[in-house]
């Protein structure tokens, strides 16, 4: 087993891989992976590329871990929280690791951190329905009148980058759709170098400044986001990497 890669204090990673580039060979090996639970959920997907891409995508959790700790990909062992997101069993592995997994239609990501809370979300534009259909429902009312401000041809972009935002902060915080998507709002600004800013209505309480922010596109037609809870006058490193689900 090697080593393990160190993760900093301040350090978030986040781990990528394109499921149409997993070969059979690949494939076949993420299933041996899965524990028992994860292997009968797995087979009661009713179409193929559903269950390839749960295999692939916890396959990746498990080979994500097992570089910052000395614990084989197939031995981790998770337990959900009251509101389903799973977490690892204490003390398992003896490092404070805290993650989170995404997948869509093509790719899977995993974020991982030291002792921190953390979530990801990835989306594929490609969805069924026109996707501003949904924003007066699911954004608040700053988002729904920036989206709408902007020129037809950029709000699509501009409708993934929050949905995704909005979906990585719900799954940081574990607590799912028990937050209302339309009592906090985010401040994209044009350009890079400015950090994203999320602003809170009752009955959230939270620290705004408590929060890091990344969004990107690894792919011309998907879109990640990745929120970090941090500390008073800390600065995040977010390091994001490509990688197989076998973390070859």
Not at 203 to 224: C, K, N, T, V, Y
Request: aromatic residues 8%.
């Amino acid at each position: 087993m090697r080593a393990p890669l160190q993760l900093g204090a301040d350090e978030v990673h986040v781990w990528l891989a394109w499921t149409d580039a997993v070969d059979p060979v690949a494939d076949a090996r993420c299933a041996t992976l899965l524990s028992a639970e994860e292997r009968a959920r797995h087979d009661r997907f009713h179409f193929e590329r559903d269950r390839q891409l749960y295999r692939v995508a916890h396959a990746l959790v498990r080979t994500s871990l097992s570089r910052y700790a000395p614990v084989a990909p197939a031995a981790w062992r998770f337990v959900a929280t009251p509101h389903g997101r799973p977490e690892l069993l204490p003390g398992n592995g003896g490092v404070p690791l805290r993650f989170n997994l995404s997948h869509t239609r093509g790719l899977v990501a995993c974020v991982v951190s030291l002792a921190r809370e953390v979530g990801v979300d990835v989306e594929a534009e490609e969805r069924p329905g026109n996707p501003l259909d949904r924003v007066s429902d699911h954004f608040a009312p700053a988002e729904v009148a920036a989206l709408r401000a902007l020129p037809a041809a950029a709000q699509p972009t501009r409708f993934f980058t929050l949905w995704t935002l909005k979906e990585a902060y719900i799954k940081a915080r574990g607590l799912g759709l028990a937050i209302p998507l339309d009592r906090f709002s985010f401040e994209v600004p044009a350009s890079s170098s400015t950090p994203i800013t999320i602003a809170f209505t009752p009955p959230i309480d939270d620290d705004p400044a408590s929060w890091h922010f990344e969004s990107m596109q690894p792919g011309p037609r998907h879109f990640l986001a990745c929120a970090a809870r941090r500390r008073a006058g800390e600065t995040l490193r977010l390091r994001v990497r490509t990688t197989t689900p076998l973390g070859d």
